[in-house]
Every structure is written in structure tokens, then in C-alpha cells.
């Protein structure tokens, strides 16, 4: 009689740890599907930080429109040339030669370098609106994004400064003799980037212009008349 008892309880509590099991699982999978869909519907619903790409040949004024558009508004300045400068002068940087060489002979570098200091910058800032000055520059920089980055940002349009080859030497050789103490900006240099932007940067200006995202800038007049161009064209995207 007392085993029997103890049989039945033994039965009834083997059923209820049974049930409790099973339950647990089910709360698992709940959850499991839970987390799946809320994380859909919160990625749709996060915004995306804004890129606005800065091209136009070395000298053309890129950097400078860029302060001013970053202080009017509030957008992050990322120069792609100051980021590598500051990788390759950076103590125990794996780059470092590669980087002085490229520039020395107005190479593009290799997008991984480029896009891995572009994507750090952006992680780091703490901001959602992004200049990117001076990038793409060719074809392994765009298919580069496109593979690492494009879904994470949104791209608003390409700033085009449009310069003439005789106003971008100009700039360049004055910028030197002001004391910029790059390595690029001598005449022997110059006359490969320019060649460089010609046969490599150009093509994918072109490529923005058929696509219908490039807002083009003229770069010859001073560089308040610039701005003012500048300035109508970020309030006429809504900026
Ligand atoms: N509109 C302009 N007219 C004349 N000089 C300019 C103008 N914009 C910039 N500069 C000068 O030309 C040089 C190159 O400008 P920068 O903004 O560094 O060009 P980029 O970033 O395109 O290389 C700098 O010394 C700058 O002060
Ligand atoms: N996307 C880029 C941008 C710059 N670089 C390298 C090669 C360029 O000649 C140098 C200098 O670029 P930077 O944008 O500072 O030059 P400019 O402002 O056009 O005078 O950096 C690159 O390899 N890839």
C-alpha cells in the first residue's frame, strides 16, 4: 500500500518536471521569436547615419567648404587624405611605408586601409551626418563601400567641386609654400595626381552625374562665393 503510494507520487512528479520542461522550452522559443521580429521592426525604425561624399580634384577646395559646412551644419568633417596622414604618422602603424609611398606618388590606396579608418571615424564620432572628403577616388574605393558600408548609411548626394587643372596646381603649390609640410603638394607629385584623378576620379564623378546624385559646385570663384553655393545646395536637400 505505502509503495504504491509512493509509486503514484514518484509518476506525478516525474509528469509535473515533464510539464515544466516543456514549458521552459516553449518561454525559449517564444522569446527566440520575440527577439527576431522586434529586431526587424527596431532596424527599420533606427535611422541610418547620413553620408554626403566631397569629390573634385587635388586643391579644388575640398576641405575648406568642408569646415564651413560642418560648423553650418553640424555635420562631422572625415577627410580621407587627413586619416590616412594621421594612420601612416601613427608609431607602430602596419601602413605606415605603404601609406608615405602612395602618396608620394599620387597613388589611391588599397579601400580596405581606407574604408576601415573611414568606418572606425564614423563608429567613434558620436554624430549621424558625415562629410567624406575626398573618397570614392576610383573604382576599388566605390566597390570597396558598396561591400562594407553602403547598407549602413544612408548617401545623400555627391558634392562635386568642380576646379580647373591650372586653379587645383595653383592652390596645391601655395598650400605648400604656406607651410602644409605634405609631401604631396610639390610639382612632381602634383602632375601624377592630377593624372591619377583624370584617369581614376573622373570616371566615377561621371558615374554620380549618371546616376543623378551629384550636386556640382563651381570651385574657381573665392571662397566665400563658394560657400554660398555650398550652403543652397545642402538647404535645398533639407539640411
Ligand atoms: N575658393 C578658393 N579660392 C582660392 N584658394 C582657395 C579656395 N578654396 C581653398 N583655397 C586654398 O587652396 C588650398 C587648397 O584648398 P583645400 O581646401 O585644402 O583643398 P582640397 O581639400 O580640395 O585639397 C588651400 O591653401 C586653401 O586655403
Ligand atoms: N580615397 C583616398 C583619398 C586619399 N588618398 C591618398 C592619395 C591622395 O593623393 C592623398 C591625399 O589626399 P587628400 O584628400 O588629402 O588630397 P586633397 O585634399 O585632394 O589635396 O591621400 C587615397 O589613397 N585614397
Request: hydrophobic share 35%.
Amino acid at each position: 500500500m505505502l509503495s504504491c503510494s509512493l509509486g503514484s507520487q514518484w509518476n506525478n512528479f516525474q509528469t509535473v518536471s515533464l510539464l515544466f520542461r516543456q514549458r521552459q522550452a516553449t518561454i525559449q522559443q517564444l522569446d527566440h521569436i520575440f527577439q527576431h521580429y522586434s529586431n526587424g521592426i527596431m532596424s527599420s525604425f533606427a535611422t541610418k547615419a547620413k553620408v554626403v561624399f566631397v569629390l573634385g580634384g587635388p586643391g579644388a577646395g575640398k576641405g575648406t567648404q568642408c569646415s564651413r559646412i560642418a560648423d553650418r551644419f553640424r555635420f562631422t568633417h572625415l577627410s580621407t587624405g587627413d586619416l590616412l596622414r594621421e594612420e601612416g604618422s601613427r608609431e607602430g602603424s602596419q601602413y605606415g611605408t605603404m601609406i608615405e609611398e602612395h602618396m608620394r606618388d599620387g597613388k589611391i590606396l588599397p579601400v580596405d586601409v581606407t574604408c576601415s579608418l573611414l568606418e572606425k571615424a564614423i563608429k567613434s564620432s558620436g554624430n549621424s551626418m558625415f562629410l567624406i572628403d575626398g573618397f570614392p577616388r576610383n573604382q576599388d574605393n566605390l566597390d570597396g563601400w558598396n561591400r562594407r558600408m553602403s547598407s549602413k548609411v544612408d548617401m545623400q548626394f555627391v558634392l562635386f567641386f568642380d576646379c580647373t587643372e591650372e586653379d587645383c596646381v595653383k592652390r596645391c603649390l601655395k598650400r605648400g609654400l604656406n607651410g602644409s609640410g605634405r609631401i604631396d603638394d610639390n610639382l612632381e607629385t602634383l602632375k601624377k595626381r592630377i593624372q591619377t584623378y583624370n584617369k581614376h576620379s573622373l570616371p566615377i564623378i561621371q558615374y554620380f552625374q549618371g546616376t543623378g546624385q551629384i550636386k556640382t559646385i563651381d570651385a574657381g570663384p573665392d571662397a566665400d562665393q563658394v560657400f554660398s553655393q555650398v550652403e543652397s545646395a545642402f538647404l535645398a536637400s533639407g539640411f
